[in-house]
């Protein structure tokens, strides 16, 4: 049983890399921005909160991506394991899911982060299209990380469990380098 947190700026290839290692591992690949996407299809509340946020490459308040992991890791399937995408993304994300594991008697086993120079970050989203994908909100989202996420490298590097993974090169390569790097025992 493998439980995974995928780390990474936006467009690192998380979302890439978890599709393929859910069916690998036979896992279930959480995705918060997935999650997000969805309900926007769907203009549910949830949807409607959300939109507005990822329209323009702000984060979505920590206490409804919280709200959202608590209700999703109680459901039976991540009895078998789990892979977080894009979760946590703050300090504030981070210290919930370590109290919500502690309430769940489990742990994981390591935090891939994903590394991948900015400039082939910015080339891959425009490439990819998606709203939240234009020049400017690319930038924010950038900005976004560095300020908000990169702090939680030193959080799990200081806790041992941080293993970086060189995310340039074919995607079944990258795939390859997470399996060796994060789930054999580290020497
Ligand atoms: P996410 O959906 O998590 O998306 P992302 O960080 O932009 O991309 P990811 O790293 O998954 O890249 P991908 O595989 O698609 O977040 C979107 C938004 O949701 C956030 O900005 C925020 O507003 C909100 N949100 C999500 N989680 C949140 C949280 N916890 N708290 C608050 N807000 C939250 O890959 C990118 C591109 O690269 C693709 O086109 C792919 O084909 C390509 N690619 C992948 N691997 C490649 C490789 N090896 N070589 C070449 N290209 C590759």
Same mark, same amino acid.
């Given at each position: 049983?493998?439980r !995974?947190?995928?780390?990474?700026? %936006? +467009?690192? +290839?998380? /979302? ?7 069916? !690998? !591992?036979?896992i279930p690949?959480i ?13 549910? %509340?949830? /949807? ?8 323009? +490459? ?8 919280? /709200?959202?992991?608590?209700?999703r890791l109680a459901e039976p399937d991540t009895q078998a394991g789990w892979l ?20 769940l008697?489990q ?31 690319? #930038? ?19 806790? #041992?469990?941080? #293993? ?18 994060? !789930?054999?025992?580290?020497?």
């Amino acid at each position: 049983m493998a439980r !995974l947190i995928l780390f990474g700026p %936006p +467009g690192a +290839g998380k /979302g890439t890399q978890a599709t393929s290692l859910s069916q !690998l !591992l036979a896992i279930p690949h959480i995705s918060t921005g997935d999650i997000f996407r969805a309900a926007i299809a769907n203009q549910s %509340p949830l /949807g409607i909160q959300a939109q507005s946020y990822m329209d323009r +490459g702000e984060l979505v308040p920590d206490e409804v991506v919280i /709200g959202m992991i608590r209700e999703r890791l109680a459901e039976p399937d991540t009895q078998a394991g789990w892979l977080l995408d894009g979760f946590p993304r703050t300090l504030a994300q981070a210290d919930a899911l370590d109290r919500l594991l502690a309430e769940l008697n489990q742990g994981f086993d390591s935090v891939v982060s994903l590394i991948v120079p900015e400039d082939a970050l910015v080339t891959r989203m425009l490439g990819r299209g998606r709203k939240d994908d234009t020049e400017e909100v690319i #930038r924010r989202r950038l900005q976004v990380y560095q300020e908000q996420t990169a702090p939680l490298i030193d959080y799990y590097a200081k806790r #041992r469990c941080l #293993r970086e993974v060189d995310g340039l090169g074919e995607v079944s390569a990258v795939t390859d380098r997470i399996v060796a790097q994060s !789930l054999q025992p580290q020497v």
